[in-house]
């Protein structure tokens, strides 16, 4: 089942603060997609899209439908991490097709990036 329930989401501000620590990065001069490790045994999303990059609120909540709809289908796939997406310059530039192209190789990227991590761990 493909939802994006509650607990899916970085809802408090401690929790990005997390991830903002000493994140795992996957960027393009648009955007910016952190991640580190979790505990809940589930990955977890959260958006930072600022007024700085795009003025209008319906500009700023394309861009998260869009982030959440690309998350949702590719949850199964990816690590058990939290991840932070954050808007950059430019963002807004970007028509709905080429975000959602940019996002699928960030996650690959990502889940990429978990696999060698829990290779290099396993060796002795």
Do not use: C, Y
């Amino acid at each position: 089942m493909l939802t994006f329930s509650r607990e899916l989401r970085l809802l408090a501000p401690v929790q990005f603060k997390a991830v903002f620590e000493n994140p795992h990065r996957a960027s393009t001069p648009q955007m910016t997609l952190l991640a580190r490790e979790n505990d809940a045994n589930l990955p977890r999303l959260g958006l930072t899209v600022a007024k700085k990059h795009l003025k209008r609120a319906h500009d700023r909540n394309r861009i998260k439908r869009i982030v959440r709809e690309s998350f949702r289908l590719k949850q199964h796939e990816l690590p058990h991490f939290d991840f932070v997406f954050v808007a950059k310059g430019g963002i807004g530039k970007l028509d709905n097709q080429t975000l959602f192209e940019t996002l699928e190789k960030l996650w690959a990227r990502h889940i990429r990036l978990s696999k060698q991590a829990a290779t290099s761990e396993k060796r002795p």
